[in-house]
Structure formats: C-alpha cells, structure tokens
C-alpha cells in the first residue's frame, strides 16, 4: 500500500511534540531552524537527535558542526515562527554560551552538542550529537499538536499509572501493604 505523504503528515500531526530552536554558528554568524523532530538518544553516552529537511539551510549547516538544541518555552511561539521562516519584528534574544554554539535566552532548557553522526533519513537527515553541557529550568514548554502550537493544561496531582503493575514502585508498596495486613 502506497501512503500518501500528506496523509502521512496529517497522522503524524496527532503526535504532540515540544517545539524547539536548533541553533549553530556558521563562519561567525548564528543560525537557527525550528525543529519538533528531537528525541533522546541515549544516556551513556549522552546523545540527543534532530531530524531536519535535507533541503534545508539547517541540515548543510549541522553537518558536522556544534549545535544546541534550544527547547521553547510556552511564550516563545514567535520565536519558533522566526525560526520558521517568519521573521519577528525584534531583535532574536541570543544568550551567550559558556562555550559551544550560539544558544537562545530564556529557553526552558539547552542542550550543547558536539557532532556524534549523521545519517540518512529518507527526505531527512537525521543528526546525533553527544551532549556536552546542558542547563533547565521551570516553566511551561510549546507544544506543537496538528499543526498548532499548543499550551499544556494543568499536570495531575499524581502520575495515573502510580497505581499500575507498570509503575516501578507499585509491587513494593503492594508487597507492604500485603504484609501489614497478615500482621
């Protein structure tokens, strides 16, 4: 079965996604491309992943360059846009780094990365970078959902699976509670 590559768009647009600013210096000069194609890699070592158009500007310019991975916060919207395309009437809010690529101020976190791999992702390319240095803070993130940016509602007071066999903590208090009541 062939799958139309809209469809294919519009399915995969009922995954909600944060939305983040994966940014680089090329010869002096920050760039930065709107990505919602990031995922954690690995934890040892440390490897993140974005995935980006292989037309794109973004895609020749990670390769084999720094980068960071600038996750959004719920009021940058107009910063995402920017990125996309869409230039804002403001200055771009860059931040300076202790070392590493370009990043931008007052994102929810950054993750620093040196170059791990590239590979080939079909219409994509699909880059690893090893972390090197990270920062995080509160806050709310953008989120992308069907072609929108989203806010998240409130969080639950409690996570709905702390009750479930899934939950790592679960057999140990049902094994208590099994044994208190014996006694």
């Not at 490897?47 to 037309?55: G, M, W």
């Not at 009437?89 to 370009?102: F, L």
Request: with cysteine; glycine share 10%; charged share 20%.
């Amino acid at each position: 079965m062939d799958i139309d590559p809209r469809e294919l768009r519009n399915c995969l647009g009922h995954f909600t996604t944060g939305v983040t600013v994966v940014t680089c210096d090329v010869d002096g000069s920050p760039h930065g491309a709107t990505v919602n194609a990031f995922s954690a890699v690995s934890l040892d070592p440390p490897l993140v992943l974005v995935s980006l158009d292989r037309r794109s500007k973004a895609a020749r310019y990670l390769d084999g360059r720094p980068f960071t991975v600038n996750v959004l916060r719920s009021q940058q919207d107009a910063l995402a846009l920017h990125f996309a395309g869409r230039p804002m009437p403001d200055a771009v809010p860059w931040a300076e780094p202790a070392h590493g690529s370009p990043r931008l101020a007052d994102c929810l976190a950054h993750l620093s990365c040196r170059p791990w791999a590239s590979y080939d992702g079909g219409d994509h390319v699909l880059h690893l970078g090893h972390v090197e240095e990270l920062t995080y803070g509160g806050g709310a993130p953008l989120v992308f959902f069907r072609g929108q940016f989203r806010h998240l509602g409130p969080a639950f007071e409690a996570a709905p699976w702390l009750e479930s066999g899934d939950c790592p903590g679960s057999l140990s208090r049902l094994i208590g509670g099994l044994t208190e009541a014996a006694h």
